[in-house]
């Protein structure tokens, strides 16, 4: 048996988790700081990295607590060492420094991004990663800074067929809150707003999707771009600007929404279809969505089953960071001159399908 505790400090939260074997999920803590940042709208990286400082040892503490385990039961540490927010990570990343040197544990450094892809696969059988019929997988990647469509083969090679070339979706719905005097964070408040409006009230464009009678170009075919939903959400708002009732601010999120989610799987659809996609994985923030959900499950090619994780394993956690680092585990080495990185390099493999370790 394995433990390995992970740590999550990308953005603004702060997480620790026990996980056994790379599935079991033993505890999961998070501490938020929704509330340290509502008053500016949005996540101030410098506030954040300070209420990491505080979070970070009574969340470990909690999560040791909950798994009924002490750091001597550890296999290793696993730590998020980006993408994300520099000052946010370099905190989670020193303390995790410290926290293996101090008990001779292996550190094994751990990509956010490739860690909400396994967080679909947490608390489940892993030989379904072994077995032939799960491939390719196609991940959808959603969330504040990432909008992402991820082909994996199963000898573990990927390839990004489609990104965003400007704004990611969850970054859209922040924007579109505040724009619209909801609060802070935007997607939970966009959804529940929404679900007092009409989705077809008004209509917003479906940039690089064709639907406005121009050709897509073949190399944004399963490209995202969000900045021109949010320029024609300001330019809205200005010319009802008189008209701003409850009515209309619900009814505007709805239909916001609406385009947002109906570019996400219209692309993930189009593509699960074009490369035989076994496997369609939901992941990210975004994907605590609602209406995403219910879409895809709708929408999803028969051919294709459908994984998204439960709502707490899609938001920042510390457990999705940890079972991925169990697939590491057997090659973890003297990891603590590693240095974290705010933007995501190019992804050409994944570590949960390549080195075919044991099973949960």
């Known amino acids: 048996m394995s433990l390995i505790l992970g740590i999550e400090s990308s ?23 929704i509330a340290r940042h509502a008053v500016f ?22 999560a040791l607590c909950e ?9 290793a540490i696993a730590v998020t060492n980006g993408p994300g927010l520099m000052p946010a990570l370099l905190v989670g990343l020193n303390y995790a420094k410290g926290l293996a040197a101090a008990h001779r544990l ?4 751990t ?9 679909s696969f947490l608390d489940h059988d892993l030989q379904i990663l072994k077995q032939p019929e799960t491939y390719p997988i196609l991940a959808l990647v959603v969330s504040g800074g990432h909008s992402s469509l991820l082909l994996i083969n199963e000898q573990g090679e990927a390839r990004q067929i489609g990104c965003t070339i400007d704004d990611a979706a969850g970054e859209a719905l922040d924007k579109a809150a505040k724009l619209l005097n909801l609060g802070y964070p935007g997607g939970p408040i966009m959804q529940k707003t929404a679900e007092k409006g009409n989705p077809e009230a008004f209509h917003f464009p479906r940039p690089l999707t064709g639907t406005a009678g121009k050709a897509v170009p073949p190399e944004h075919k399963y490209n995202f771009s969000f900045s021109g939903i949010k320029t024609a959400l300001l330019y809205h708002v200005k010319k009802y600007e008189g008209e701003l ?22 692309k993930a659809v ?6 035989g996609a076994r496997t369609l994985v939901l992941c990210g923030g975004v994907a605590c969505n609602q209406p995403l959900r219910d879409r895809l499950q709708k929408l999803c090619p028969a051919e294709s089953a459908l994984r998204i994780a439960p709502p707490k394993y899609c938001t920042d956690n510390a457990a ?15 990891a603590l001159g590693a240095d974290a990185f705010a933007r995501l390099p190019m992804i050409t493999s994944v570590p949960f399908i390549g080195n075919r370790r044991g099973t949960a």
């Open 270 to 275: 189009a593509a699960a279809r074009e490369f």
């Open 320 to 334: 999705m960071v940890a079972g991925l680092a169990w697939h590491s585990l057997a090659q973890a080495n003297d």
């Open 106 to 109: 292996p550190l094994i450094p």
């Open 111 to 119: 990509n956010h991004f490739i860690a909400h892809i396994y967080a």
């Open 11 to 33: 953005c603004d939260e702060t997480s620790a988790a026990i996980v056994e074997n790379g599935s079991h999920v033993r505890s999961n803590v998070v501490a938020t700081q």
């Open 245 to 266: 009732s409850d009515s209309f601010i619900a009814d505007t999120a709805a239909s916001y929404q609406e385009a947002i989610v109906d570019v996400l799987t219209r």
């Open 41 to 62: 709208g949005g996540v101030v990286p410098e506030l954040a990295a300070r209420e990491h400082l505080i979070a970070l040892q009574p969340v470990l503490k909690a």
């Open 67 to 75: 798994a009924g385990v002490g750091l001597q039961d550890l296999s």
